[in-house]
Nanobody
Framework: QVQLQESGPGLVKPSQTISLTCTVS?????????YNWIRQPPGKGLEWMGF???????VSNPSLKSRTSISRDTSKNQVSLQLSSVTPEDTAVYYC?????????WGQGTQVTVSS
């Protein structure tokens, strides 16, 4: 059973960069799946941010592409997200989710608040 665990700073100041890590256990990130970053601002719906697949291919949401970087560390079995030039509107719970034909597994999410 694959498990995903997000980790991150919790509080970030405006104009800084959010750096989040998703640690995957119970399966290798190099085989078979794409790992997505999805966020949910308070009182709003889910927003897909992008993914990185088992072959290293990445795709980002066009609305966030200029500020988003998704990468992986296969030696640590981790997927990472960086979101730059953040504003309070980037305050959200950030999730990573494993995807093949369905979203098969989700992390529990990590709250990130952007505030001075």
């Amino acid at each position: 059973q694959v498990q995903l665990q997000e980790s991150g700073p919790g509080l970030v100041k405006p104009s800084q960069t959010i750096s989040l890590t998703c640690t995957v256990s119970g399966g290798s990130i190099s085989t078979g799946y794409c790992y997505n970053w999805i966020r949910q601002p308070p009182g709003k719906g889910l927003e897909w941010m992008g993914f990185i697949c088992s072959d290293g291919h990445t795709v980002s949401n066009p609305s966030l592409k200029s500020r988003t970087s998704i990468s992986r560390d296969t030696s640590k079995n981790q997927v990472s997200l960086q979101l730059s030039s953040v504003t309070p509107e980037d305050t959200a719970v950030y999730y990573c989710a494993q995807y093949s034909t369905i979203f098969a597994a989700w992390g529990q999410g990590t709250q990130v608040t952007v505030s001075s």
